[in-house]
């Protein structure tokens, strides 16, 4: 028994020795953030600010445009959130129940073009967009988003587990296909929507790459990529750039924090049925 209450102790004593080294830089960024410019270049760098001040988050916000490149991240991301959990439920609920002919083939060849980089579709997708004139426009920057293979995938391995009697019975009753799909394979499917919701809506959100090459207009920015701009033109202002990764990081943090019971349940729930 004493052996039992050492080793658990040693065990919590570790896991929160790793979770305070993970956090560690988080809380400083916060700390920082708050403090008088030129306070955080000192030597040794401070842990707590000497005199809290917001005068950096009004900098952002008041002269830097932050407000428009947080409304221009939003945007893109709730609308790639959106607009791909219904076109990946919709794929991976008929690779999973829709019998038609090369199903099978087709997923493969799906699942094959995941080792296939995605900057090497960059640049393809860049002249396309070119000649329809979605360049430096919203749904422009959604575009590597709105459906994604592991999202395909992740839906069909859960939806495997509705029972095909189910889906029988409701086309028996009369019920068409988009019926079944919203009043029954929706509702069933809701534990992996979120987690899938959650996937897109942070990749879409801290997506820097994209938005860089497909908007070329500065007031389009997104928030990762006024940031970086912002980095070269304060390169010295510490404290201003720790409050740009705050407002660029907490909104995300704190959508994991709350979602993440859904987050989890969705994963293992999906890992065991399917």
Do not use: C
């Not at 009004?58 to 409304?71: D, I, K, T, V």
């Not at 009697?165 to 028996?172: G, M, Q, S, V």
């Not at 912002?230 to 979602?259: C, K, W, Y």
Request: proline fraction near 5%; glycine fraction near 6%.
């Amino acid at each position: 028994m004493r052996q039992r209450v050492v080793s658990s102790v040693l065990v919590h004593a570790a896991l929160l020795a790793v979770a305070a080294i993970a956090l560690a830089p988080i809380v400083w960024m916060v700390l920082v953030s708050f403090m008088q410019p030129g306070e955080a270049s000192h030597f040794p760098p401070p842990w707590w600010p000497d005199k809290p001040t917001l005068h950096n988050y009004s900098e952002l916000f008041l002269r830097a445009g932050m407000g428009r490149y947080f409304a221009n991240s939003l945007i893109i991301a709730t609308g790639v959130t959106l607009i791909s959990v219904l076109l990946n439920t919709l794929a991976g609920y008929a690779f999973a129940k829709l019998r038609f002919k090369g199903r099978e083939r087709t997923f493969r060849a799906l699942l094959a073009a995941l080792v296939i980089p995605a900057q090497v579709a960059m640049m393809p997708l860049f002249l396309l967009l070119k000649q329809m004139g979605l360049v430096n426009t919203y749904f422009g920057a959604m575009a590597t988003g709105l459906a994604s293979i592991f999202g395909i995938f992740l839906v069909r391995q859960y939806a495997r587990s509705i029972p095909d009697e189910l889906l029988e019975a409701a086309r028996i009753d009369g019920a068409g296909e988009l019926r079944i799909f919203f009043q029954i394979v929706l509702p069933a499917l809701k534990p992996i929507l979120v987690t899938l919701a959650i996937f897109a809506f942070l990749g879409a959100w801290n997506d820097f790459m994209w938005p860089l090459i497909v908007l070329g207009d500065q007031s389009m920015q997104t928030l990762p990529v006024a940031l970086a701009t912002l980095s070269r033109e304060h390169v010295q202002d510490n404290e201003l750039m720790m409050a740009g990764a705050v407002v660029t990081v907490i909104p995300v943090l704190l959508l994991f924090l709350v979602l993440q019971r859904y987050y989890l349940q969705g994963l293992l729930v999906g890992s065991v049925k399917g």
